[in-house]
């Protein structure tokens, strides 16, 4: 995702001005999606990581599913955290008015980013907008297979997080990569590979 | 001035040791401070050199710092060109202020000097009309990217750097930085060349220099080099300290110097003046102080040894002295002083007496004969003549009194504060005392005699007292004269006498004829035979010539005598005689009487020469008259010569009989043919008195003795008449005839005339 950033190549911080929302993010993977396809690739499997890369990914297929994708892989696959207080505040009347005026930039917290997301309120309350249930609904909502892949070291899956998974989708399967953190560091990103490279060896069989 | 100087120099030369220390002082601090001079010289270079390298050191320390930030703030220029975010800027500056503020200067990474960034379009427009920190709004001139200006008394440094795209390395615009370049030197670095607080840049307000140029405009004070600090202070230090050692060590030198060497050779100096002035007295310390130095210690011992040795020679000296004295002063023979000691004497006596109440007399001796003593019994007895005379004399004076002999047989003795009797019966008691002596103990027969010449006066008048001597003389003279006192005391009319004797012509006159006969003249008188009246011999009387003038016997023979000269005038009056004999000036068959003195009889040379004249014998009749004094003072001696002259033909006259002694008991041992009454018994004749008796037997008794008797002083013819009838054989006189150059005959008398 260029996260609003012409050209993008390095990760964005915290604290950098963050404008693009996840409408923004759905629309880019819908803009890849139909590139895809439009060079004739028919069997697509798009891999999403973390709480808002696999979010849009859902999001996009619930929205507008294209027949080339025949599954999704989600890496990482976990809620975005939000602290909830900030959120309602923001999404109240004069707490909007205030955030949002001309543009401005404001510290948030979202995900990793603890009260230095830099954004404007459009940006915060589009992704703060992602609880818990609402990415549930959104897997259980897919229309392609998913393919869940997580670190056995992951600590930000929630409690019990595999079992809400497989409760509100039992067809999505779920990998896990053993001692793998969030970001699949070391010898783990090969397990991962592996991983990926299994699961898209299956498209051909079904 | 020079001229003057040169004189105060030589005054001063030689130098003291004291003058040749200082010089060497003066030398020394000169040298020192010529050495300190060209130290301080050197020093003053070092520190040159070191402020130069020290200098440059600093330029190069702010140019490493200035590069350093250079280098840091492109560093930080790249980084920040590289990021997304500052891409993203040039294409969407929405959030340009944020970017700015929040994730560039909001952010620690860059460095606080940095007071503000800014990014520029590739046209050099700022993307924010509102830029911060003075930052420009529009790019500087291409060539001017970085440059330091002056803003509210501050110095900053603009600097610019492009930004390319990471994609196409194209360049995107430009970030510039505004940098407090004073903050920044001083933050980045410790500077250890420069005293950082005095850094400052002369650059004006809106006034813009380039980066590379700004050295040029720097001010700054070096930090103080510490080792040259240390450097300088330890020379300093060094100096002083060898200035101090210099002083101290100059100090010690001049206390050695005036203590080691100055002040013992000052001693030494001070002992050798003290000998020097000891004007003949040596000091009885020696020099004892040992000296600190092996030199002046020798020269100490040596000078001591050597005063040592001056002690002894002086001693010795005086001992010669007193031995020369002695001998100066003393006569070898008798013992007594001699004529120096006598001078001597005398001036100390003038000295003490003149002007005072003091009676002074001066008393001379005389031996008689004392030369027919010498020659007739050798100078070893005339020697013990003197020594016992001497003796004698001794024995007789005061205790106290000096004698002195002043010439062979001359003694004389004077007396202070003594009154003339006194003086006078000392003088006799000393004649008598002599006369006394036996001197057949050493082997004389003869009485030996002394005479004595007295002069008296007082220390008041001056001119008496200086003419005691002469006047001594005098009176010896007159003591000395046939038929006087033994003793003569001087007074005024002795000097008609004896002027003569003193008188310089006559003596010249009479020594020159001594010499050289030629002045000789000798006159012939008559002696007429009273029976027949012709002229049996002529008397040969001397005269000696002095111009148109005769000098007359009267006056040559006290010359004669006084001098001691009878032997050799005898010699030359007989040879004058040989001389006339020989020009035939005396007629053949005469006779010739002619005097010999009393040395004259007992002196081999005078006999030699009248042994001569025996050639004539056989045509003259050759008579010698001798005086009586003559005789009796050498009666033996004199006899025994008369005889064997007698013997060979020569006639022996007794000349001037009744003048002397005239003793009969004499008369009757001489030996003679002839016996001259003189002419003071010839005038007595006529006195009517007891004399003219007794001369009259004198004659008859000489007559019938056998002698022929010859009157003198034959004058008148009363005279000659009574001798004639006294029966005298022969007379002499003017009546006769006077001394004639030539030989005459008898004056013609009537009473011989034939009748």
């Known amino acids: ?206 | 001035m020079m001229t003057r100087n040169i004189l105060r120099l030589n005054n001063l030369w030689p130098f003291t040791i004291k003058v040749y220390a200082f010089i060497f002082i003066i030398i020394m601090s000169l040298v020192f401070g010529f050495l300190g001079w060209g130290m301080q010289y050197k020093l003053e270079n070092i520190r040159n050199e070191a402020h130069i390298r020290n200098n440059k050191a600093a330029l190069d320390e702010i140019s490493y710092v200035i590069n350093h930030i250079q280098n840091e703030i492109s560093h930080i220029g790249k980084t920040i060109a590289s990021q997304d975010e500052t891409s993203q800027q040039f294409f969407n500056p929405e959030y340009y202020h944020y970017w700015r503020d929040n994730r560039i200067l909001g952010t620690a990474t860059l460095p606080e000097y940095v007071q503000a960034v800014e990014l520029y379009t590739t046209q050099g427009h700022a993307l924010t009309r509102q830029t911060i920190g003075n930052m420009p709004k529009r790019l500087p001139e291409q060539n001017i990217r970085n440059y330091v200006t002056r803003q509210a008394g501050d110095d900053f440094l603009y600097i610019f750097y492009p930004v390319t795209s990471p994609q196409t390395n194209a360049t995107q615009g430009y970030i510039g930085f505004k940098i407090n370049l004073l903050g920044a030197i001083i933050s980045e670095q410790r500077f250890s060349n420069i005293e950082v607080n005095t850094l400052s840049f002369s650059v004006g307000e809106k006034e813009y220099i380039p980066l590379e140029q700004i050295y040029s405009r720097m001010k700054f004070v070096l930090i103080p080099n510490a080792e040259n600090i240390a450097l300088t202070s330890s020379i300093e230090k060094s100096q002083r300290q060898i200035l101090f050692a210099m002083i101290v060590l100059y100090f010690i030198f001049y206390l050695m110097l005036s203590s080691i060497l100055s002040a013992p050779l000052r001693r030494l100096s001070l002992h050798i003046d003290s000998l020097r002035k000891g004007q003949g007295g040596l000091l009885t310390k020696s020099y004892t102080r040992s000296l600190p130095l092996a030199e002046l210690e020798n020269v100490r011992n040596s000078l001591n040894d050597y005063q040592t040795k001056l002690e002894e020679m002086h001693l010795s000296l005086n001992e010669k002295n007193n031995e020369l004295w002695q001998l100066a002063h003393h006569d070898p023979l008798t013992g007594i002083y001699n004529r120096r000691g006598f001078e001597e004497g005398w001036k100390h006596m003038l000295s003490v007496s003149s002007g005072h109440r003091l009676g002074v007399a001066l008393l001379l001796f005389d031996c008689d004969h004392f030369k027919a003593i010498n020659d007739t019994y050798g100078h070893p007895v005339g020697d013990k003549v003197l020594q016992v005379i001497t003796h004698t004399l001794q024995t007789t004076l005061r205790h106290g009194d000096r004698l002195y002999r002043i010439g062979g047989d001359e003694f004389a003795t004077l007396f202070l504060d003594v009154d003339a009797n006194l003086a006078l019966n000392t003088a006799e008691r000393c004649l008598e005392t002599v006369s006394q002596y036996d001197f057949t103990s050493i082997g004389i027969l003869e009485p030996v005699r002394i005479s004595a010449g007295m002069a008296y006066a007082s220390g008041t008048n001056v001119d008496a007292l200086s003419n005691l001597p002469k006047q001594a003389d005098v009176a010896m003279y007159h003591a000395k004269r046939p038929g006087k006192s033994k003793i003569a005391v001087f007074d005024e009319s002795m000097l008609e006498n004896t002027d003569i004797l003193f008188s310089n012509r006559i003596n010249s006159l009479v020594f020159n004829a001594i010499e050289n006969d030629d002045s000789i003249e000798m006159h012939y008188q008559p002696i007429t035979n009273l029976g027949t009246g012709v002229v049996d011999y002529y008397e040969a009387l001397v005269r000696i010539r002095d111009g148109d003038n005769l000098i007359i016997p009267s006056t040559i023979f006290p010359i004669i005598a006084e001098r001691r000269l009878e032997a050799e005038f005898d010699i030359v009056v007989f040879g004058k005689i040989a001389k006339d004999i020989e020009m035939g000036k005396i007629p053949p068959g005469k006779g010739i009487t002619f005097n010999l003195s009393g040395p004259g009889l007992v002196d081999p040379f005078v006999l030699e020469k009248i042994n001569s004249l025996e050639i004539y014998l056989s045509k003259y009749t050759l008579i010698l008259e001798v005086t009586e004094t003559a005789l009796i003072t050498q009666l033996h001696l004199a006899s025994t010569i008369l005889n064997r002259l007698r013997l060979k033909g020569f006639k022996i006259a007794l000349d001037d009989f009744g003048s002397g002694y005239s003793s009969l008991s004499y008369l009757a041992n001489m030996p003679v043919d002839c016996v001259k009454f003189d002419i003071t018994l010839i005038q007595q004749l006529f006195e009517g008195t007891r004399q003219s008796i007794i001369i009259e037997n004198l004659a008859s008794m000489v007559l019938k003795a056998g002698y022929d008797l010859v009157a003198e002083g034959v004058e008148t013819e009363e005279i000659l008449t009574r001798i004639k009838e006294l029966g005298f054989t022969r007379g002499q006189g003017f009546l006769f005839g006077r001394p004639e150059s030539t030989c005459k005959e008898s004056a013609d008398l009537a009473m011989f005339k034939k009748k």
């Open chain 1, 1 to 206: 995702m260029s996260l609003g950033v012409n050209r993008r190549k390095q990760s964005l911080a915290c604290e950098a001005a963050h404008t693009h929302t996840m409408d923004d993010e759905t629309g880019e993977v819908a803009f890849w999606i139909n590139w895809l396809s439009s060079r004739g690739y028919k069997d697509i499997v798009p891999v999403g990581f973390s709480s808002t890369g696999n979010i849009s990914l859902l999001l996009y297929n619930i929205q507008t599913p294209h027949p080339s994708i025949k599954k999704m892989i989600l890496t990482s696959f976990n809620p975005v955290h939000i602290n909830q207080a900030e959120r309602l505040k923001l999404q109240t009347g004069a707490g909007r008015k205030s955030h949002a005026q001309g543009g401005k930039i404001a510290r948030y917290s979202v995900g990793y980013c603890k009260n230095n997301f830099s954004s404007t309120l459009n940006t915060y309350l589009s992704y703060s907008a992602f609880v818990d249930d609402k990415i549930l609904d959104l897997i259980s909502h897919s229309t392609v297979p998913l393919e869940i892949i997580l670190g056995s070291a992951d600590t930000v899956l929630p409690v019990n997080w595999q079992a809400k998974i497989i409760a509100r989708n039992p067809r999505a399967r779920i990998s896990v990569v053993n001692k793998a953190n969030h970001f699949f560091e070391g010898t783990t990103e090969l397990d991962l590979a592996d991983n990926v490279e299994t699961i898209l060896k299956t498209i051909s069989t079904h």
